[in-house]
């Protein structure tokens, strides 16, 4: 079937200059700001993405929640030296705003005039036949170990047939995105290959009950690839590095594509290694803690499909769909200790564990010590 396909993307994206003066305002009050949640705010960024969507004839722009940088970009936007206030489409989500701009023709680039200065990016191409009838396993992902990540991508390949990977790299120090899509290229069965580089905040927790949350970044990918690359895809799976998705019940891919709503939405359990103290692969996992299920689900759906065609979320996508998609007969392991701790200690040693020999077992068929 030929080599696989490679390629590291670079976003079109917009930030205000920290000289200005202007930032987003955060969301949640002082009193309810959780540690950290100052230095991982995105005060800046305006666009993540800006590309040409050739069939409605529309530029549109992936954008975090403005809040109140919303008339700055409103008033301040160009298109061919012209103001588009006023004919600006704007779609708001909980995490991301979708903004679009009518164009009879795919314009160059793309202008905010802002504070005295002029701010241009290009104005990028939508890609829907590099995906188009594949098995898409997409995660987001930042200074995780490489093996780490071909583990992931290798299991999934055997277990249920992705043979498409769109990884989102947050700004990694410890490797180049173009090392990440080198090492994801060479997995055997991956065909088509993307990295997206996406060097920025990604937001933080915060406490008390918010309108609007604060971790803009990971939701506002998804959305982008659903738009830019995915929508002809067969199916996506979104699961993160350090969650393998039980293959008991076949292909997971097969699951959403054979659903009533083109969606599979399954819960899963900790699983954890014999020996605590360090960080290590998901292939050191062996142990259980009783079977309580996550709260949070992950899915795989049908981008072209009813429950596709609504925003997509972290845990709950299709909107109202969501509910109905639930399949008990699937779910994932979240592999405790394969993890930075960038949320908190994951190597800490859990008393009452028990051996899963379904994950022993799986590990043992589909992610095989040898290389």
């Given at each position: 079937?030929?080599?696989?396909?490679?390629?590291?993307?670079?976003?079109?994206?917009l930030?205000?200059?920290?000289?200005?003066?202007?930032?987003?305002?955060?969301?949640?009050?002082?009193?309810?700001?959780?540690?950290?949640?100052?230095?991982?705010f995105?005060a800046h960024?305006?666009?993540?993405?800006?590309?040409?969507?050739?069939?409605?004839?529309?530029?549109?722009?992936?954008?975090?929640?403005?809040?109140?940088?919303w008339?700055?970009?409103?008033?301040?936007?160009?298109?061919?030296?012209?103001?588009?206030?006023?004919i600006?489409?704007r779609?708001?989500?909980?995490?991301?705003?979708?903004?679009?701009?009518p164009?009879?023709?795919?314009?160059?680039?793309?202008?905010?005039?802002?504070?005295?200065?002029?701010?241009?990016?290009?104005?990028?191409?939508?890609?829907?036949?590099?995906?188009?009838?594949?098995?898409?396993?997409?995660?987001?992902?930042?200074?995780?170990?490489?093996?780490?990540?071909?583990?992931?991508?290798?299991?999934?390949?055997?277990?249920?047939?992705a043979?498409?990977?769109?990884?989102?790299?947050?700004?990694?120090?410890?490797?180049?995105?173009g090392?990440?899509?080198?090492?994801?290229?060479?997995?055997?069965?991956?065909?088509?290959?993307?990295?997206?580089?996406?060097?920025?905040?990604?937001?933080?927790?915060?406490?008390g009950r918010?309108?609007?949350?604060?971790?803009?970044?990971?939701?506002?990918?998804?959305?982008?690839?659903k738009?830019?690359f995915?929508?002809?895809?067969?199916?996506?799976?979104?699961?993160?590095?350090?969650?393998?998705?039980?293959?008991?019940?076949?292909?997971?891919?097969?699951?959403?594509?054979?659903?009533?709503l083109?969606?599979?939405?399954?819960?899963?359990?900790?699983?954890?290694?014999?020996?605590?103290?360090?960080?290590?692969?998901?292939?050191?996992?062996?142990?259980?803690?009783?079977?309580?299920?996550?709260?949070?689900?992950?899915?795989?759906?049908?981008?072209?499909?009813?429950?596709?065609?609504?925003?997509?979320a972290?845990?709950?996508?299709?909107?109202?769909?969501?509910?109905?998609?639930?399949r008990?007969g699937?779910?994932?392991?979240?592999?405790?200790?394969?993890?930075?701790?960038?949320?908190?200690?994951?190597?800490?040693?859990?008393?009452?564990?028990?051996p899963c020999?379904?994950?022993t077992?799986?590990?043992?068929?589909?992610?095989?010590?040898?290389?």
């Amino acid at each position: 079937m030929g080599e696989p396909d490679a390629q590291v993307i670079r976003l079109s994206s917009l930030r205000l200059p920290e000289t200005d003066g202007l930032r987003r305002d955060m969301p949640a009050r002082p009193d309810k700001r959780t540690k950290g949640y100052a230095e991982s705010f995105d005060a800046h960024t305006l666009i993540y993405d800006c590309f040409y969507d050739d069939q409605a004839r529309q530029v549109v722009l992936v954008c975090p929640r403005l809040l109140n940088l919303w008339p700055v970009l409103r008033d301040g936007l160009m298109l061919n030296g012209q103001p588009v206030g006023r004919i600006l489409k704007r779609r708001k989500h909980l995490r991301v705003e979708i903004l679009r701009i009518p164009a009879s023709r795919h314009p160059e680039t793309l202008e905010l005039r802002v504070a005295h200065e002029s701010l241009q990016i290009p104005v990028l191409s939508r890609d829907l036949g590099t995906f188009r009838g594949r098995n898409v396993l997409m995660a987001i992902s930042r200074n995780n170990p490489l093996e780490w990540i071909e583990d992931w991508a290798r299991y999934h390949v055997s277990a249920h047939a992705a043979d498409a990977l769109l990884l989102v790299d947050n700004g990694s120090t410890e490797y180049t995105p173009g090392e990440v899509q080198k090492r994801l290229s060479a997995v055997p069965g991956i065909k088509v290959c993307r990295v997206v580089s996406a060097p920025f905040p990604y937001g933080g927790r915060s406490g008390g009950r918010l309108n609007v949350p604060a971790k803009f970044l990971q939701t506002s990918m998804f959305n982008l690839a659903k738009l830019r690359f995915l929508h002809r895809a067969r199916a996506v799976l979104s699961v993160d590095i350090d969650e393998l998705v039980w293959p008991q019940n076949g292909s997971i891919f097969d699951a959403a594509v054979g659903s009533r709503l083109g969606m599979v939405a399954f819960f899963g359990h900790w699983v954890y290694p014999t020996q605590a103290g360090v960080a290590q692969p998901q292939r050191a996992h062996s142990m259980r803690k009783g079977r309580k299920m996550i709260p949070n689900p992950k899915w795989c759906l049908v981008p072209d499909s009813p429950a596709g065609r609504f925003s997509w979320a972290i845990h709950r996508p299709a909107g109202l769909f969501y509910p109905l998609s639930i399949r008990k007969g699937f779910g994932f392991w979240h592999c405790f200790a394969t993890s930075t701790s960038w949320k908190g200690n994951r190597t800490k040693k859990m008393p009452g564990l028990v051996p899963c020999p379904e994950l022993t077992a799986a590990l043992r068929e589909h992610l095989p010590v040898a290389r």
